[in-house]
């Protein structure tokens, strides 16, 4: 197996973690909102059909 022996660094500035934390929060804040529309679609399937 091939050994890597040279690595590269860049810097990290401020700019781009708080670039990355926003793009995160977007995703994450649309994930929860669908996963809670799937949810109520859900229950209202169940009131719906079951009730």
């Known amino acids: 197996m ?3 022996t040279h ?3 860049t810097a ?7 670039a990355e934390h926003a793009q995160e929060w977007s995703q994450f ?3 929860v ?4 529309v799937a949810v109520v ?3 209202l399937g ?3 059909f079951v009730v």
Request: no cysteine; proline share 0%; glycine share 8%.
């Open 33 to 36: 909102t669908w996963g809670v």
């Open 2 to 4: 091939a050994e890597q």
């Open 29 to 31: 804040t649309r994930f």
């Open 41 to 43: 679609v859900g229950l």
């Open 12 to 18: 990290v500035t401020a700019k781009d973690i708080l």
């Open 46 to 48: 169940l009131l719906i």
């Open 7 to 9: 690595y590269e660094f």
